[in-house]
């Protein structure tokens, strides 16, 4: 298979290195997450049949699980 280089810019590489799983490259990492746009309503529901949950950040939602029920600070 022929390889091509592409530039990118440091942010869309370290972006790229977090969404790489084990024993994925680069290149199963664009095709895994890079799609054409649908052309029809049935190949957009097809595609989020498919899609895996959405990542969330698990440290980010703890805190906010923590603040979740106190009052606000705030004057009326």
């Given at each position: 298979?022929?390889?091509?280089n592409?530039?990118l810019?440091?942010d869309v590489?370290?972006?790229?290195k977090?969404l790489k799983?084990p024993g994925?490259?680069?290149?199963d990492?664009i095709?895994?997450?890079v ?13 989020l049949e498919e ?10 939602m ?5 603040q ?5 600070r705030?004057r009326?």
């Amino acid at each position: 298979m022929a390889s091509v280089n592409v530039t990118l810019s440091s942010d869309v590489y370290d972006l790229l290195k977090k969404l790489k799983r084990p024993g994925e490259s680069f290149t199963d990492v664009i095709r895994r997450t890079v799609r054409p746009p649908a052309d029809t309503c049935g190949e957009l529901l097809e595609r989020l049949e498919e899609q895996d949950a959405v990542p969330v950040n698990v440290e980010r939602m703890d805190a906010y699980l923590k603040q979740r029920g106190r009052r606000s600070r705030r004057r009326r």
